[in-house]
């Protein structure tokens, strides 16, 4: 996404050159390299099996607990390819800096969901949701992509990154929604993972649902078998879900938000790389969760 928003903020002008679309595609190499470093440490904490329908990195009998050393490896390898290739440039510092924050928000995201998930369900909030979205998916997997493009092409206008961070925190809670629902209701098949988070405990977009529409008696299954890994006691949070009807609501809140985000991104300033979001929003929208 970084090589498609930075020919769509360039085009036209003189900076389209050869060099300048090797520097776009470098740095989205180090955008892959950062999405191993959290992918990998985050199979670790929640103790996943699968991953893109291969076996989570750790998980195999030739790696263990090495995989911390590679995921080690994969961050650091972002800054001596920046080091190498982009310290002669004036957004040098501004491309360090963006990698440097929004690896430390991942990382409290990442903290803050694994804190969270060592609570009783009864004090998921959406506060806390958003807090961990906000940290965890939106910024680095949305954010960056787009801010890395803006910085290449010299974009200076504060509002254009402004816009484009309050759209893509949008894509995070969209995305980040989407996970939890396939989490519980997909096909592993298709997913391309087992699903976990009833099992982990974890604060998701279902969870804090469940318990902003629960009665008395149904807060009292939740907080009975939530979190807990024996199949029937996962089955019967599946069949909570079912019987408040998250599953309409999910289909609702899915099409709503896809509207709400459309209609922000057409009315992004001038300079904002609108077709390139646009394109983002659709491959969530119709992406394969693989």
Not at 41 to 59: G, V
Not at 94 to 107: P, V
Not at 123 to 142: D, L, M
């Amino acid at each position: 996404m970084t090589v498609l928003a930075y020919k769509e903020l360039v085009s036209g002008g003189n900076q389209l050159t050869t060099e300048n679309l090797r520097l776009s595609h470098l740095l989205g190499w180090c955008l892959e390299l950062q999405h191993c470093t959290i992918l990998i440490t985050d199979d670790i904490i929640d103790n996943s099996t699968t991953r893109r329908d291969q076996l989570c990195w750790h998980r195999r009998d030739d790696v263990g607990l090495n995989a911390i050393n590679d995921a080690l490896l994969f961050e650091n390898g972002i800054y001596e390819l920046l080091r190498r290739h982009f310290r002669h440039l004036h957004c040098y510092v501004q491309l360090l800096e963006l990698f440097q924050q929004n690896t430390f928000k991942c990382m409290l995201g990442q903290s803050l969901d694994m804190l969270i998930s060592r609570r009783n369900v009864s004090t998921f909030s959406v506060e806390a949701y958003t807090s961990i979205v906000r940290n965890k998916t939106s910024s680095h997997f949305f954010y960056l992509p787009i801010a890395l493009a803006l910085h290449l092409a010299g974009i200076r206008e504060q509002q254009i990154y402004d816009d484009c961070e309050r759209i893509t925190f949008e894509f995070g809670n969209f995305c980040q929604a989407q996970n939890d629902f396939l989490d519980c209701f997909g096909d592993p098949n298709e997913t391309g993972k087992l699903g976990t988070d009833i099992q982990a405990n974890k604060c998701t977009w279902l969870a804090v649902k469940c318990m902003e529409r629960a009665d008395e008696r149904q807060r009292s299954i939740m907080e009975k078998f939530y979190g807990k890994n024996d199949p029937q006691e996962v089955a019967r949070v599946k069949e909570l879900y079912e019987e408040l009807d998250l599953i309409e609501i999910y289909t609702k809140y899915e099409k709503e938000t896809y509207n709400n985000i459309e209609t922000m991104i057409f009315q992004a300033c001038n300079g904002a790389p609108r077709k390139t979001l646009l394109k983002m929003l659709n491959q969530i929208n119709q992406r394969d969760i693989k």
